[in-house]
T-cell receptor, first 112, second 112 residues
Framework: DGGITQSPKYLFRKEGQNVTLSCEQN?????MYWYRQDPGQGLRLIYY???????QKGDIAEGYSVSREKKESFPLTVTSAQKNPTAFYLC???????????FGPGTRLTVT | GNSVTQMEGPVTLSEEAFLTINCTYT??????LFWYVQYPGEGLQLLLK?????DKGSNKGFEATYRKETTSFHLEKGSVQVSDSAVYFC???????????FGQGTTLQVKP
């Protein structure tokens, strides 16, 4: 059963703590993406990776970090430097950068 | 920069009514165009796509035609159902990065 998994579905953290969101895919896709969605808004790109061991900043990378050590995995760390981290985070993957993207179910992060 | 404009929501229709959600975009080159749908609390699902001018994407009764001359990709469905209630996103794709450009989305509410 191929797809993209994100865990956990809900995550709660205290301000000042770093937190890592998981994204795994078994679609054999080369490219992976992280987006942030705020209520009533569209998605904004945080980071993307078109190949293992390489990634680029998106439009709102400040306060976030990623790694791409394996093709299947693209974890996102929300650091304490991110001023407004509470949001819905969506991971996506595509066969290459030029193909349609498939999304995971998302992680809703609440920081208090 | 690249951008997308969708009609303001919410769009409220009765079951079996005709649906149009307008989408226009600005982008360099000839981007691929996508419609995604998001149900409450979930990730995005790919609804349909078109990769070149005059292509028509279709799926589950929804259609959209790539109009290069008007830079539009309007979504239509002949007869909506209550189960179509969701948020719809039009998204052109940057060809060099694979990045999807999102607007704020259009909320569709279908009443029985």
């Amino acid at each position: 059963d191929g797809g993209i998994t994100q865990s956990p579905k809900y995550l709660f953290r205290k301000e000042g703590q770093n937190v890592t969101l998981s994204c795994e895919q078994n679609l054999n896709h080369d490219a992976m993406y992280w987006y942030r969605q705020d209520p009533g808004q569209g998605l904004r790109l945080i980071y993307y990776s078109q190949i293992v061991n390489d990634f680029q900043k998106g439009d709102i990378a400040e306060g976030y970090s990623v790694s791409r050590e394996k093709k299947e995995s693209f974890p996102l760390t929300v650091t304490s430097a991110q001023k407004n981290p509470t949001a819905f985070y969506l991971c996506a993957s595509s066969r290459t950068g030029a193909n349609e993207q498939y999304f995971g179910p998302g992680t809703r992060l609440t920081v208090t | 920069g690249n951008s997308v404009t969708q009609m303001e929501g919410p769009v409220t229709l009765s079951e079996e009514a005709f649906l149009t959600i307008n989408c226009t975009y600005t982008a360099t080159g000839y981007p691929s165009l996508f419609w995604y749908v998001q149900y409450p609390g979930e990730g995005l699902q790919l609804l349909l796509k078109a990769t070149k001018a005059d292509d028509k994407g279709s799926n589950k009764g929804f259609e959209a035609t790539y109009r290069k001359e008007t830079t539009s990709f309007h979504l239509e469905k002949g007869s909506v159902q209550v189960s179509d209630s969701a948020v719809y996103f039009c998204a052109p794709q940057e060809s060099n990065t694979g990045k999807l450009i999102f607007g704020q989305g259009t909320t569709l509410q279908v009443k029985p």
